[in-house]
């Protein structure tokens, strides 16, 4: 294959117009063009009269090297690489099977390529199956009734399940990972644009059978899974891994365990922290949820193409550097979403955003954040910062009415100063239900003051971004761990051999992508660590 970059298009060009543009840039008559695919398409809407699609695509052609040396000195036409993922090679597997602990997408990954190297790895995880779990979930959004077991972030497929499902990553990795993420996504029934979309993104309902259709892969492959089981213990024997303790008596004989927990397993980190495990506070950031009219989004991101079916419901991503050394950034934006509830612990509130595949929802919403570091925390303890999170999501609790009713600001009131009594033009989308109030009672200070420098300015980027009815919905207070589970260049706990920290909750990832290819990577150490001849990647 020959791969062409940046060929550029406008937006609603006709389809036969690529494979046009392809034998133009190259030259070359229509029968030497064999095939085609496209790599990765974005859109240009920089200038907002001329939206243009960019492509890379991969092509098939007769006599390609004579046409790669033609073109060797521009950078838009090369080989094409290799795209495939290869599995460590495994020799003769030994000892019992592998413990993994929580199934979001660092587990399941984890669990899949395990199974897949035939090592039969038991997954456990402490909340239950997807569907029940969808049930419990919307118990809780409609009548605020809390299973600290089962929520949003408890459960088959972790908090990603309750999300618009976003695959960017920033991460760089020679051996194809990130790839192997998205054939198995596609093959648990993604849509398969995912391979080229710039920004490629799921959706919360179709997450939902994705998971449970890896769930089964991991299954048929000789794997196990086990909803309702909590780690709650780990045996040691001579500084190495014995048996994974669950459920408070239960022991799995095991002599690894991975620790993919998500971001909110508050309780297991305390555990861990018993077992005198080298854990470390890292920063993380807290703030709100924005929510505005999509339409204002799309006008202000595709002016006269507003709405066009074939651009969709419009993101953005601003930051903000502020005068008094903090910033302030947007993540998460969900286009065409909603504002959730996603506590899991009594008495606290916590927000998300979640898109379903169509993003049509009326409105747009998006964390608004700022960064926290453990100096913030008022502790040098490791946990400081699970107890800094839970403190303001207390506060939102008790500002919202002690009932999961969420606190609310309008940016207008917000900017200055004053409490809010009332809504305008747009509505807020969390349930159970909102509290008009002032932000100031349920977040830190220095958020306060960072935001209220820093809305202005996004604005002058987004025009309409300090709409005045704007809503602001507190907390979001779970927008990455505020630990890290140390771990060695074996991707171990340098205090338990056996044992292998993974994933956003154990702070090496953020995001449903990296976080799944930190489990491939995992998968790949305990393979080497386990078998004759594993070859580790690094």
Known sequence: MIRL????????????????????????????????????????????????AVYTIDVGLKNEPELLSRFSKDIRISAGPCMNYQLPTVGNIHGPSPVVVGSGPCGLFVALILAQ??????????????????????????????????NVQFGEGGA???????????????????R????????????????????????????????KNLRNKIISLGGQVRFETKLTGIKVKDSKVAGAIVNGSETIETDAIVLALGHSARDTFEMLAQLDIPIEAKPFSIGV????????????????????????????????????????YTFCMCPGGEVIASSSEPGGIVTNGMSRYSRNNSNANSALLVGVTPRDFGSTSSLAGIEFQRKWERKAFETGGNNYFAPVQLVGDFLSGQPSNSLGEVCPSYTPGITPCDLAQCLPGFVVETLRLAIPQM????????????????????????????????????????????????????????????????????????????QLKT
């Open 160 to 178: 990603g399940t309750f999300s618009d499902g976003k695959l960017t990553t920033q991460i760089k990795d020679k051996y194809n990972r990130s």
């Open 289 to 328: 949820r924005i929510e505005h009219p999509q339409s204002l989004i799309d006008k202000a991101q595709y002016g006269k193409f507003a709405s066009h079916p074939l651009l969709g419901a419009a993101d953005y991503k601003l930051v903000h550097h502020c005068e008094n050394a903090r910033s302030a």
């Open 5 to 52: 970059r940046d060929i550029t298009l406008p937006f609603d060009h006709k389809e036969e117009v690529l494979a046009s543009s392809i034998l133009e840039r190259l030259g070359i008559p229509e029968h030497q063009l064999l095939n085609f695919t496209i790599v990765h398409k974005s859109i240009d809407a920089r200038r907002k009269n001329h939206i243009v």
């Open 180 to 211: 192997k993420v998205l054939e198995e996504f596609v093959r648990a029934g993604a849509p398969e644009e995912i391979f080229y979309q710039a920004k490629p993104h799921i959706g919360t309902d179709n997450l939902v059978k994705i998971v």
């Open 459 to 534: 604005d002058k980027k987004l025009k309409g971004f300090a709409r005045n009815d704007a809503v602001m919905t507190a907390v979001e207070s779970r927008s990455s761990s505020p630990i890290r589970i140390v771990r060695d260049e074996t991707f171990q706990s340098p205090a338990i051999k056996g044992l292998y920290p993974a994933g956003e909750g154990a702070g090496y990832a953020g995001g449903i992508i990296s976080t799944a290819v930190d489990g491939i990577k995992i998968a790949e150490a305990i393979s080497n660590d386990k078998t004759s001849s594993g």
């Open 117 to 150: 190297l035939g090592f039969k790895p038991v997954l456990i995880e402490r909340g239950k199956e997807v569907s029940s779990r969808v049930k419990d979930v919307q118990n809780f959004w409609h009548k605020g009734q809390l299973d600290p077991e089962s």
